[in-house]
């Protein structure tokens, strides 16, 4: 039958030997780093577990390092449990009165601090060395002593552990009334440590459930928060394109209305140029006296019938024989300034 041996307040773990060798190496160097305090206790402690699945020299050596360094900071926490962890490498060796010998030390510093949970620990793994001795009677008492202190602590691994001894030490002694009924009680505790990781592992999935059902809410808001923006980023933009556009339309429109406007008002000034300019042409034309009219810059353009009669040909005659420009026409030694001022004013 099973039986329960506490290294501090739990059961000693056994890793596949991949791990453990990880573990090792892990705490190996974290040794070569840390300080000499509290810290390096425990990983001396730490060690003492790790090897003694394979190596109990190598686990009583890191032990008695963790308990030296522990006394040298009177570290009382540190003391008891490098008690403890040295007394499981002797149970494990089979030496099982000095692995006594060790736990009745932690369990002296134990009550000193009033540790209910230590204690108990201690108490159960001294009476389950008494079993392995075959001192049956002293093993119960021990076993009954660490149960009352588990339960005043309510620690259940304890519990669980000193009912599981309990039923272990009356099935050797042939009482199997009280081997059924703590193995009964073991076998409660451990349906209720069942019962309680299970409602927790499916407390933990619906949690998980209920968490990523609600990311895939927010998820979905935020798609359909981003799409909303999208369109209203995209209407905005469509908007202020049309804003612009129109802006753009209507001010080439206003252009075009002033431009059409200016055309008018140029062709209408034209026009009636043109009609001034008919008028005076017919004018000129009809009388007798020379009329002749120039450019701005006094360039000759026209001249009526009254000029080619007195000088007997036609215009370009005229320009030939009297010149192209009223300055060489002229006989007015001002017409020179005349035009320069007619320039000026235009």
Not at 172 to 199: H, P
């Amino acid at each position: 039958m099973q039986k329960y041996l506490l290294a501090g307040i739990c059961c000693l773990s056994f890793l596949s030997p991949k791990a453990q060798t990880f573990a090792i190496d892990s705490l190996e160097k974290a040794l070569q780093i840390t300080a000499e305090d509290t810290a390096k206790v425990i990983i001396f402690n730490r060690l003492c577990r790790e090897y003694n699945n394979h190596d109990i020299d190598k686990a009583l050596e890191y032990g008695n390092r963790g308990l030296s360094l522990a006394r040298k900071l009177n570290y009382k926490e540190g003391i008891a449990k490098s008690y403890i962890f040295i007394g499981v490498a002797h149970y494990t060796n089979g030496n099982y009165n000095q692995a006594i010998f060790n736990y009745r030390q932690s369990l002296l510093i134990k009550e000193a601090l009033n540790d209910k949970k230590g204690i108990a620990a201690n108490l159960n793994n001294i009476g389950l060395i008494y079993h392995e001795q075959g001192e049956n009677d002293k093993a119960i008492e021990y076993m009954e002593k660490s149960l009352v202190y588990a339960k005043q602590v309510r620690s259940v691994e304890i519990i669980k552990a000193a009912y599981k001894n309990l039923a272990a030490v009356y099935t050797i002694e042939n009482n199997y009334r009280l081997a059924y009924e703590y193995d009964q009680l073991y076998s409660s505790i451990q349906d209720s440590l069942f019962d309680v990781e299970k409602n927790k592992r499916i407390t933990e999935l619906e949690a998980l459930y209920e968490n990523e059902k609600k990311q895939r809410e927010i998820d979905s808001l935020k798609i359909e928060k981003n799409r909303k923006q999208t369109l209203i980023y995209a209407f905005c933009l469509g908007l202020i394109f049309v804003l612009v556009l129109t802006y753009v339309i209507f001010k080439a429109y206003r252009q075009k209305q002033r431009d059409n406007k200016l055309l008018k008002i140029q062709n209408e000034e034209i026009t009636r140029q043109k009609e001034e300019l008919a008028k005076l042409s017919l004018v000129a034309e009809k009388t007798d006296s020379g009329v002749i009219i120039a450019d701005a810059d006094g360039n000759l353009e026209w001249a009526n019938l009254g000029v080619i009669k007195m000088t007997g040909g036609n215009f370009e005659e005229f320009k030939v024989d009297f010149g192209t420009t009223l300055s060489q026409i002229s006989s007015n030694l001002e017409i020179e300034q005349v035009l320069a001022d007619r320039k000026s004013v235009v």
